[in-house]
C-alpha cells in the first residue's frame, strides 16, 4: 500500500478523535452551565418521582417505538408513580399531573396561560392562531372569537348539520354490510360542516374536497408526531433539512389553499353585502325556522346539554342579554367585518384564526364521533336505549331533528360524555410555567418555572379513585346528575377547562348529537370489537391506530331519511 493510501485512511480516524476529544469537554462544559444555571429547577424537580434517565439525555429512550408503543408504554408508567410525575427528555422538562386539584390551579389561572415550546411545530401551519398565541394577542381574539360560539348563533346552523348528516349517511351506503374505517366518512363530514356553518361557505363552491383536506391534517399530524416524540426531528434547523419537511410543506400548501378559497369568498360576498352562510338548505329540511319562535331565547345552561358544572363556567357560558346584537354574527362575518374596521384582527390574523378552527373543529370532532361509533358497535344493549330514545323522540318519522330534539337526547348525550371520558380526543395539554407553583395534593411539591406542565386528561378519566374500580368500562351512568354532581369539576375535562378552554364546546355537542342521532336512526352499528382491543395512539388526538373499524346495517323500523346529496 502507498503511504498516500495509508494517509487517506488514517485521516478520518484522526478527525473522529480530534471531534471526539471535543466532543466530551464541550458536552460537560454544557451540562455544568445547565446544571449551574438552572439549579432552582433541579433541586425542586428532584423532589417528584420519575423514572431515571441518562446524564444529559434523560429519559428520551422513553419515547422510541411507534406511537402505539408510546402511548402504552405512558399510559403504563402512570400507574408506578403517584399523580404526580416528572420527566426529563435532554434539558427539557416534563411534569405530569393528574390530580384534578392541581389541574384546576394551573387550568383556572388566568396567569399560567402560556402553551409548551412544542406547539412551535404547529406555526408554520396555524401561525399565531387561538390555540397557540398568548398574553394581549391571545387575549382580544379570544374576546372577538368566542361569541360567535354562542348557541344563539349555533342554532342557526342545525339545518346545515342536519343537511350535512344526512348526506354522510347517504353516502355510508355503499359500504353497507362490509367493515370499513368510519373515522374517514367523519372526517370528511366535519371538515364540510365547518366549512359551511363557522366559514358560512358552499362547500360545492371550494373546488376541493373535505377530503383531501382531511386527509392532509391527518398527514401534517403524524409529522408533527414524528416532531414531539423524535429528538433529532426537533430542532429547526436539522428538520428542514429532510424530505419530511419537504413533505410538510406540501401538504401545507394543500391546506392553506382551502383556507385561502374560503376567505376569499366570504370576502367576495360581504363586499355584496350578502352575510350569512350561503350554503344552500333544502326546503324539507328548514326547521330551525319553524322552532325559533319556540326558543329563540336560550338561557345560560340550556339543561345540562351544553352548558357546564358551576366550577367550569368559562366566557361561552353568558346569558343571551349579555352578547351584543353586533357580536351575534357566524364566526368568518364577523372577523371579516372587524378587520374591514381595522383594529382588532388583520388579514394574516383571519387566516391563522380560519386555519385553527378548521383543524381544532374538525380532528377532535372526527375522533368523538368515531369512538362513539366504535362503542355502541361494542356495546349493543347500550345502542339498543339510545335508539329507544330517539324513537320516543321522533315516533317513526324521517323530519329533522330541532334544537329542542337535541335537549332531549338525555341517553345519547351521556353515552356521548362517556365516550369523551374514555377516549378524550385531545388526551394530554400543555403549558409552560413562566413561574413556580406550589400542588395543592402535596405541600412538598413546587412546580418549577420553566417547567413543562402535562395535564394527563385520559388518565384522570381513567382513575378508579374517581370512577370507580370499573373506571376502565363504558358506563354512560357516569353521567347520571348525582355521581356527575358528585366528582370534582376538573375530574372531567375533554374540552379543557378555564380561561383557555375550547371555544367549540357547545358546537361541538350540538353538531355531535345531530350527527350521530342521525346516522343512528338510520343503521344498526355492529363490530366484533370491544374496547379493550382498540390500538390507541395519542399524536396530538388520540386515535385508534387499527382504524375505526365497524359495519353497519339499514334499521327497519325506522322510514328511510331522504338524504341525497343536496
Ligand atoms: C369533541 C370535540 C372537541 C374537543 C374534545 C376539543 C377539545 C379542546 C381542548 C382540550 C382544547 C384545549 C387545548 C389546549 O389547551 O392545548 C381546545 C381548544 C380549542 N378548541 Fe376545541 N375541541 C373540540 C371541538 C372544537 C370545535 C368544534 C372547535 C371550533 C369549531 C374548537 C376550537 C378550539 C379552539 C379555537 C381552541 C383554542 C382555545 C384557546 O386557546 O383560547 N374545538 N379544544
Known amino acids: 500500500m502507498s503511504s498516500t493510501a495509508v494517509n487517506n485512511v488514517e485521516r478520518p480516524f484522526a478527525s473522529t478523535t480530534v471531534f471526539l476529544t471535543l466532543l466530551v469537554p464541550v458536552l460537560g462544559l454544557f451540562y455544568i452551565y445547565w446544571y449551574v444555571s438552572r439549579r432552582q429547577m433541579i433541586e425542586l424537580a428532584d423532589k417528584i418521582p420519575g423514572p431515571k434517565g441518562l446524564p444529559i439525555f434523560g429519559n428520551v429512550l422513553e419515547l422510541l417505538g411507534n406511537p402505539n408503543e408510546i402511548f402504552n408504554k405512558f399510559y403504563a408508567k402512570s400507574f408506578q408513580y403517584g399523580r404526580t410525575a416528572k420527566l426529563w427528555v435532554g434539558p427539557r422538562l416534563l411534569i405530569f399531573l393528574t390530580d384534578p386539584r392541581d389541574v384546576e390551579i394551573i387550568l383556572s389561572s388566568h396567569v399560567h396561560i402560556d402553551k409548551s415550546p412544542e406547539y412551535r411545530f404547529f406555526k408554520p401551519w396555524l401561525g399565531d392562531g387561538l390555540l397557540i398565541s398568548t398574553g394581549s394577542k391571545w387575549r382580544a381574539h379570544r374576546k372577538l372569537i368566542a361569541p360567535t360560539f354562542h348557541l344563539n348563533v349555533l342554532k342557526s346552523f342545525i339545518d346545515l348539520f342536519n343537511k350535512n348528516s344526512r348526506e354522510t349517511v347517504h353516502k355510508m351506503e355503499k359500504e353497507l354490510g362490509k367493515e370499513f374505517d368510519c373515522h374517514d366518512y367523519m372526517s370528511e363530514a366535519t371538515v364540510e360542516i365547518l366549512l359551511e356553518t363557522v366559514m358560512g361557505v358552499s362547500k360545492k363552491t371550494q373546488n376541493q374536497s373535505g377530503y383531501d383536506y382531511a386527509m392532509a391534517v391527518m398527514k401534517l399530524?403524524?409529522?408533527?408526531?414524528?416532531?414531539?416524540?423524535?429528538?433529532?426531528?426537533?430542532?429547526?434547523?436539522?428538520?428542514?433539512?429532510?424530505?419530511?419537511?419537504?413533505?410538510?410543506?406540501?401538504?401545507?400548501?394543500?391546506?392553506?389553499?382551502?383556507?385561502?378559497?374560503?376567505?376569499q369568498k366570504k370576502k367576495t360576498d360581504f363586499e355584496r353585502g350578502i352575510r350569512g352562510s350561503t350554503a344552500e338548505v333544502p326546503d324539507e329540511l328548514k326547521s330551525y325556522k319553524t322552532e325559533s319562535n319556540v326558543?329563540?331565547?336560550?338561557?345560560?345552561?340550556?339543561?345540562?346539554?351544553?352548558?357546564?358544572?358551576?366550577?367550569?363556567?368559562?366566557?361561552?357560558?353568558?346569558?343571551?342579554?349579555?352578547?351584543?346584537?353586533?357580536?351575534?354574527?357566524?364566526?368568518?362575518?364577523?372577523?371579516?367585518?372587524?378587520?374591514?374596521?381595522?383594529?382588532?384582527?388583520?388579514?394574516?390574523?383571519?387566516?391563522?384564526?380560519?386555519?385553527?378552527?378548521?383543524?381544532?373543529?374538525?380532528?377532535?370532532?372526527?375522533?368523538?364521533?368515531?369512538?362513539?361509533?366504535?362503542?355502541?358497535?361494542?356495546?349493543p344493549d347500550i345502542q339498543a336505549r339510545v335508539v329507544k330514545e330517539l324513537d320516543e323522540i321522533f315516533q317513526g318519522s324521517d323530519r329533522p331533528a330541532t334544537f329542542t330534539d337535541t335537549l332531549e337526547m338525555k341517553y345519547l348525550e351521556r353515552c356521548l360524555l362517556e365516550t369523551l371520558r374514555?377516549?378524550?380526543?385531545?388526551?394530554?395539554?400543555?403549558?409552560?410555567?413562566?413561574?413556580?407553583?406550589?400542588?395543592?395534593?402535596?405541600?412538598?411539591?413546587?412546580?418549577p418555572a420553566g417547567a413543562t406542565i402535562i395535564i394527563g386528561t385520559f388518565k384522570i378519566h381513567r382513575l378508579e379513585e374517581i370512577y370507580g374500580p370499573n373506571a376502565e368500562h363504558f358506563n354512560p351512568d357516569n353521567f347520571l346528575p348525582e355521581p356527575a354532581a358528585n366528582r370534582h369539576y376538573y375530574s372531567f375535562i375533554p374540552f379543557s377547562a378555564g380561561p383557555r378552554s375550547c371555544v367549540g364546546r357547545k358546537y361541538a355537542m350540538l353538531k355531535l348529537k345531530i350527527l350521530l342521532s342521525t346516522i343512528l336512526r338510520s343503521y344498526e352499528i355492529k363490530s366484533n370489537l370491544k374496547e379493550n382491543d382498540y390500538k390507541l395512539q395519542g399524536d396530538i388526538i388520540l386515535k385508534r391506530s387499527?382504524?375505526?373499524?365497524?359495519?353497519?346495517?339499514?334499521?327497519?323500523?325506522?322510514?328511510?331519511?331522504g338524504c341525497k346529496t343536496v
Open 221 to 263: 399530524c403524524d409529522i408533527l408526531h414524528l416532531r414531539h416524540t423524535k429528538l433529532w426531528f426537533r430542532p429547526d434547523i436539522i428538520f428542514n433539512l429532510t424530505n419530511t419537511a419537504k413533505y410538510q410543506k406540501q401538504l401545507i400548501k394543500v391546506i392553506h389553499s382551502l383556507t385561502r378559497k374560503v376567505i
Open 295 to 379: 326558543s329563540n331565547k336560550t338561557n345560560t345552561l340550556e339543561g345540562t346539554s351544553y352548558g357546564q358544572s358551576v366550577g367550569l363556567k368559562d366566557d361561552l357560558d353568558v346569558d343571551d342579554d349579555d352578547v351584543g346584537e353586533r357580536k351575534r354574527m357566524a364566526f368568518l362575518d364577523l372577523m371579516i367585518e372587524s378587520s374591514q374596521n381595522g383594529v382588532v384582527i388583520n388579514d394574516e390574523e383571519i387566516k391563522e384564526q380560519v386555519d385553527t378552527i378548521m383543524f381544532e373543529g374538525h380532528d377532535t370532532t372526527a375522533a368523538a364521533s368515531s369512538f362513539f361509533l366504535c362503542q355502541m358497535a361494542a356495546h
Open 422 to 447: 374514555l377516549f378524550p380526543p385531545v388526551p394530554i395539554i400543555a403549558r409552560q410555567l413562566q413561574q413556580n407553583v406550589k400542588l395543592a395534593s402535596n405541600q412538598e411539591y413546587v412546580l
Open 546 to 561: 387499527d382504524g375505526f373499524r365497524i359495519m353497519a346495517e339499514k334499521r327497519n323500523f325506522i322510514k328511510e331519511i
